[in-house]
């Protein structure tokens, strides 16, 4: 079973461009979230979803979009690309509720130039 | 809002040493308490996890007890292995299901 794939797993881009980042889960989980991780400020909520057709934002949405047309996939928007959101971004899934685990995709690395 | 404290890092261990991650917690309700590990080049899994107060969580020689009392979470293993090498995340969910993550600590240990 594939549970949470991220691709890609690197990428370059230049300031001011944008692109999707992908993420699926075969696992029916309701719920979805990207986050951003930076060394020293540990990984911070940008989106979430809590099932198809609902998203909302977390701590850090600025510069980003979402949507969820279908369980399986969450893809992430950078709609134009700062040097700022270079960073490390992970997707992760889980059921919906308090002790759920959350699983996690191996993360893409992405450069801002 | 909820938030999650971890102690600074980073720690570097001989093999077989004992350790202990300190983890505290603010939160509202009842939160699950987690420990999350990453190790190079990888994303985050579960390492083990307690969904109330005493309850005590355990796996590949890790322990962490809900303490309440003391709003903690602190990680601990008695001998750890040059494999334990990572980052351990510190974790919290609410009934929300969002997860709010310590800043995280790096973990080295040496033959």
């Known amino acids: 079973n594939a549970g949470v794939t991220q691709t890609p797993k690197f990428q370059v881009l230049k300031t001011g461009q944008s692109m999707t980042l992908q993420c699926a889960q075969d696992m029916n989980h309701e719920y979805m979230s990207w986050y951003r991780q930076d060394p020293g400020m540990g990984l911070r909520l940008i989106h979430y979803s809590v099932g198809a057709g609902i998203t909302d934002q977390g701590e850090v949405p600025n510069g980003y979009n979402v949507s969820r047309s279908t369980t399986e996939d969450f893809p992430l928007r950078l709609l134009s690309a700062a040097p700022s959101q270079t960073s490390v971004y992970f997707c992760a899934s889980s059921l919906i509720g308090t002790g759920a685990m959350a699983f996690f995709g191996q993360g893409t690395r992405l450069t801002v130039v | 809002g909820n938030s999650v404290t971890q102690m600074e890092g980073p720690v570097t261990l001989s093999e077989e040493a004992f350790l202990t991650i300190n983890c505290t917690y603010t939160a509202t309700g009842y939160p699950s308490l987690f420990w999350y590990v990453q190790y190079p080049g990888e994303g985050l899994q579960l390492l083990l996890k307690a969904t109330k107060a005493d309850d005590k969580g355990s796996n590949k020689g890790f322990e962490a007890t809900y303490r309440k009392e003391t709003t903690s979470f602190h ?24 997860l709010t993550f310590g800043k995280g600590i790096t973990l080295s240990v040496r033959p």
Do not use: I
């Open chain 2, 75 to 98: 990680l601990e293993k008695g001998s750890v292995q040059v494999s334990d090498s990572a980052v351990y995340f510190c974790a919290l969910t609410g009934a929300n299901s969002k």
